[in-house]
């Protein structure tokens, strides 16, 4: 069974002007041990895509109007909050884009750290390696040793005495280190990183990205990564979901995807990326804006922007059509793979 | 054209503390008509060094020769004078431009700023900003309009009209395209390319993205905690980093080629 699975998901959002139809069709599978990269440009739906699986997109004003959300086996979208909270922290771990703003200034990381420790062991106490009736004293002591080896998991030197500093005594580098050591402490199986390397320096954030292939290669973890960074998705990921206003537009390993895209999004976002052999002036931009979801047109969201338009593609939405092993694309022009 | 000579910088701590050396004797030099590209990690100094271009910092010690003549010696007037020919793009589109003010307003006010050294009429200067949106592709159906009625790329182009306003010969572009999608990126960095080649610019151009520098720069120098520790042509940096520092940001650079990913061996 896939770890998680993103079923035909529709999610729309109420604004002053109207609803608009954020995510219109969402499909994604990811199996235990995948990285997967989920792309695309600002508005597109990617962290909203990431909040659907945490179940934090608030609602109202959100609103799922179709499809299905299953964490192994289990149906996240019927999940009540008592449910979610359950999951989150302990079998899903998240981080975001700015470590900053996302460790409270006035408590020691301990504190912090510890805080999650024993929510995810009241929960499940396997968590600190405790018995179920361990008494309070016995679960932050345990909680401390917890937090302790996490940082040290995620390469932070002196961890115990790091552990009572304040987060204004980490650099960003060292910050976005603690975060994913919360995450990992409830040991998850599904970690959801938005943008988690887009606030840091290159150097830095080759270190990060070290760090999530370890811990996929040595702990099993499996990873969703939502970033706008085609270059990170290539060194990091093994598959990769491209999203555009609302819709997974190709999907599939990321070898594959970025030798030979599909999709004619996929290949005016990967032109627009400067390589190594770009010739200055050569590269090449993406004329017209992303459509107004407020009323979104009835047949291929990215009809109005493609270069490869025909006058089908503006009757309804083209399905996903499977083109090769683990691989879609939503574009009439897809061939589809021989059965 | 430009040239700085022994640059540096130092800020004052409070008593009894040491204080920082943002720039410790950078030099370099910028032709005219080329793109330098000047690439380092936050801390690094860029901004300082940029803000010591555009006098809007005294420099510690060293000097900036900008077309032979050194910043340093010009009287405030003079200097006023000078900022009309240096001017800079700002990284982030959503923060530099006034969200009071109409596409309009904002292009023209350089050049009232500047009214001294341009000499323009109210009606001369409606008339360059046309120009000027017609130039960064916008049409005149923008003028009249917010900044929050445009998208971020729009920002920018307006931000790099606001900059050639006053018919600057170096451009400081400070992150330009940080901020904006990729595909935005592209056009945004094409639009640059094409009005140097037209207008003659000069760009001193500031990046964290070591793929942009490559694509739109002739030489590079990168900095590293206030000192230039390696400058040349692109190309050559690029593919044959001197200093360790050099290679160290190249191999972190994330390359859009799976092929090359440190954690995957090539099919």
Request: glycine fraction near 10%.
């Amino acid at each position: 069974m896939a770890l998680l699975e993103i079923d035909d998901l529709h999610l729309a959002m109420r604004s002053f002007e109207g609803e608009a139809h954020v995510l219109a069709g969402v499909n994604l599978t990811i199996e235990r041990g995948e990285i997967w990269g989920l792309v695309g440009e600002t508005g597109c739906g990617k962290s909203l895509t990431g909040l659907s699986v945490s179940r934090l997109v608030p609602s109202p004003p959100g609103r799922y109007l179709k499809g299905a959300i299953r964490f192994d086996g289990q149906d996240l979208l019927g999940c009540d909050e008592t449910a979610m909270r359950r999951l989150r922290g302990r079998r899903i771990g998240m981080i975001f884009q700015d470590p900053t703003t996302n460790l409270n200034p006035a408590f020691r990381i301990v504190d912090q750290m510890v805080d999650v420790a024993l929510h995810a062991a009241s929960t499940d106490p396997s968590v600190l390696g405790l018995p179920a009736g361990a008494g309070r004293g016995e679960r932050r002591a345990a909680a401390r040793r917890h937090a302790q080896a996490m940082l040290e998991r995620v390469g932070i030197r002196d961890a115990a005495q790091r552990l009572d500093d304040y987060p204004h005594q980490f650099s960003g580098g060292m910050r976005q280190r603690v975060l994913i050591a919360m995450a990992l402490i409830g040991r998850p199986d599904l970690l959801i990183a938005d943008e988690p390397t887009t606030a840091l320096d290159v150097s830095v954030q080759a270190q990060i990205l070290r760090l999530l292939y370890g811990l996929v290669q040595e702990d099993g973890l499996t990873v969703l990564m939502i970033t706008h960074n085609l270059g990170v998705v290539a060194q990091l990921c093994s598959h990769v979901a491209v999203m555009y206003a609302g819709t997974v537009v190709e999907a599939g390993p990321v070898r594959d995807v970025f030798k030979a895209p599909g999709h004619p999004y996929t290949r005016a976002l990967l032109a627009a990326v400067p390589s190594a052999a770009t010739p200055r002036g050569a590269l090449r931009g993406l004329a017209g804006v992303v459509p107004n979801l407020l009323h979104p047109p009835a047949g291929c969201r990215f009809a109005s922007r493609c270069a490869a338009v025909m006058p089908t593609c503006f009757a309804a939405p083209p399905p996903a059509v499977p083109v090769g092993e683990g691989r879609t694309v939503a574009c009439l022009l897809a061939q589809p793979a021989e059965a | 054209m430009l040239e700085i000579r022994g640059l540096s910088k130092h800020y004052p701590g409070r008593r009894g503390s040491k204080g920082v050396d943002a720039l410790k004797d950078v030099s370099l030099s910028i032709t005219k008509r080329e793109s330098f590209g000047l690439v380092g990690e936050s801390g690094s100094g860029k901004t300082t060094l940029t803000r010591c271009v555009l006098g809007l910092e005294p420099p510690t010690a060293g000097s900036i020769i900008f077309d032979g003549v050194d910043l340093a010696s010009l009287s405030p007037a003079a200097m006023r004078a000078m900022r009309a020919r240096i001017q800079i793009v700002f990284q982030d589109p959503y923060a530099s431009l006034n969200p009071r003010m109409t596409a309009h307003d904002i292009v023209a006010e350089p050049m009232i700023v500047h009214r001294d050294t341009l000499r323009l009429d109210r009606r001369q200067r409606s008339d360059r900003v046309v120009e000027l949106l017609d130039l960064v592709g916008l049409g005149e159906q923008h003028l009249h309009r917010f900044p929050h009625e445009f998208s971020g790329g729009q920002r920018q182009r307006i931000g790099i009209a606001r900059a050639l306003s006053v018919n600057p010969e170096l451009l400081v572009l400070d992150e330009p395209t940080s901020a904006l999608d990729v595909s935005v990126q592209a056009q945004v960095l094409n639009l640059l390319h094409a009005l140097q080649e037209r207008l003659h610019l000069t760009y001193l151009f500031i990046s964290h993205d070591l793929g942009v520098i490559r694509y739109v720069c002739d030489r590079v120098a990168l900095i590293y905690r206030g000192e230039i520790v390696e400058q040349g042509p692109a190309g050559d940096i690029f593919d044959r980093p001197g200093s360790d520092y050099g290679r160290m940001l190249i191999a972190a650079m994330p390359e859009p080629d799976p092929d090359r990913s440190p954690f995957r061996t090539p099919a």
